[in-house]
């Protein structure tokens, strides 16, 4: 492959680590990302497993062990803020030889982009609107800068990816609505403040969680079930919307909500998965989220975009450029593995937000459960472990 140059459009996980190998591999990466600068805010996730190992052959390691929270307790909560129900998470520790760790997913994202700033050109405030394939190379239109050409263009930019709009078809096609929405904003100076315990309150198909953020900062997570209307776009009717789904709630609900009316940063979305039968078309390819998205409330996003980059950029690799070959290889050796872990994250929606009254028993029963010496590593232990084992791909 004489033109080695690849378009990476994403700035978020899979992006950035795609360019990290890529150009480990003799490639020449370009990144393009929508937003004017890296995303703050969000969510945390827990991460661990293969994610964790890449991260850690990148050097990133102490990064987010320092960053990061060792979270010692989930502990549910009822309307008095007593516990319920709950579990130490030493079992978590345990499964992954204490590899496991809690971060900001905006964290995780700006240590990433730092491994990558001074190897890869990096366009912001730009986005790919259109794609036409010639021959050897992809002619790539941009919003804000005309036209350039590449040999090959990755799709790393989310569930709403724009890279799959252009070159497959419209998000509708592949989406589908796990009937949940989710929403998060940070505070600072919130009180009170529970250390390294994640605390969940419940209604029926309704969940509300607060996590102890560094920095005197206090994360709020809704979880929601939804109809198949649309979601409001717009920030008021998004507060609105959240104002009317929790207006009934105990616990801290009140407080919560008036802290949601100060915040300018709200970040709002649907539980989706994206499930498309391929993953690349001519010398176009996707990953991460924007190839199959497992849905927020898997926890693995993050991790999963990680793997899908590299074995990507691995594959290309050991293809030497060859596109077509590198592609295939790259989907045989993931999709069964992302299939379950699909299959996976949609029973977990379910579990984090039951419907019903009885629901919100039965899982509070089970999550008791999980203190009984060795039942949480039988029940989670198949979910934590990953089922795939990543090549040994000869990095120059």
Not at 295 to 318: D, F, N, P, T
């Amino acid at each position: 492959m004489a033109d080695r140059t690849v378009l990476i459009s994403g700035g978020g996980i899979a992006g950035p680590t795609v360019a990290f190998w890529l150009a480990a591999a003799g490639f020449r990466p370009t990144l393009i990302e929508q937003a004017p600068q890296l995303r703050t805010g969000g969510y945390v996730i827990d991460f661990w497993g293969l994610g964790y190992d890449i991260a850690s052959w990148m050097g990133l390691e102490a990064e987010i062990n320092r960053v990061g929270y060792h979270v010692r307790e989930m502990r549910i909560v009822g309307e008095n803020g007593k516990r319920v129900a709950g579990f130490g998470t030493d079992v978590f520790s345990e499964l992954t030889n204490g590899r496991y760790v809690t971060l900001a997913r905006s964290d995780l994202s700006r240590l990433l982009f730092e491994k990558i700033k001074d190897t890869t050109e990096v366009i912001f405030d730009n986005e790919i609107v259109g794609l036409e394939e010639k021959s050897g190379s992809v002619r790539v239109q941009l919003k804000r800068g005309g036209e350039r050409n590449y040999a090959l263009v990755i799709g790393a930019d989310g569930l709403h990816s724009g890279v799959r709009r252009v070159a497959f078809g419209s998000q509708q096609r592949f989406e589908k609505k796990l009937g949940y929405a989710v929403a998060a904003f940070e505070v600072e100076g919130y009180r009170p403040r529970d250390e390294d315990v994640y605390l969940m309150y419940g209604l029926p198909g309704r969940m509300l969680g607060r996590f102890t953020l560094h920095g005197n900062r206090t994360l709020f997570l809704f979880v929601f079930t939804v109809e198949e209307s649309p979601l409001p776009t717009a920030l008021d009717l998004q507060k609105e919307m959240l104002r009317k789904k929790y207006a009934d709630g105990g616990w801290e609900c009140p407080r919560i909500l008036e802290e949601l009316g100060h915040t300018d940063e709200l970040y709002f979305d649907s539980v989706s998965q994206i499930r498309m039968s391929r993953w690349s078309k001519g010398r176009v390819v996707l990953t991460g989220d924007a190839a199959f998205c497992v849905s927020l409330l898997a926890g693995q996003g993050s991790a999963l975009a990680m793997i899908s980059a590299y074995v990507l950029a691995g594959e290309l690799l050991k293809a030497d450029g060859r596109h077509e070959e590198a592609f295939s290889s790259y989907e045989a050796l993931l999709r069964n593995y992302i299939r379950a872990k699909q299959q996976g994250a949609a029973r977990f929606a379910s579990a984090l937000a039951p419907r019903t009254q009885l629901g919100l028993v039965f899982r509070n029963l089970v999550t008791n459960a999980f203190a009984l010496p060795g039942l949480a590593r039988l029940v989670i232990g198949k979910e934590i472990t990953d089922a795939v084992q990543l090549p040994d791909y000869h990095w120059r």
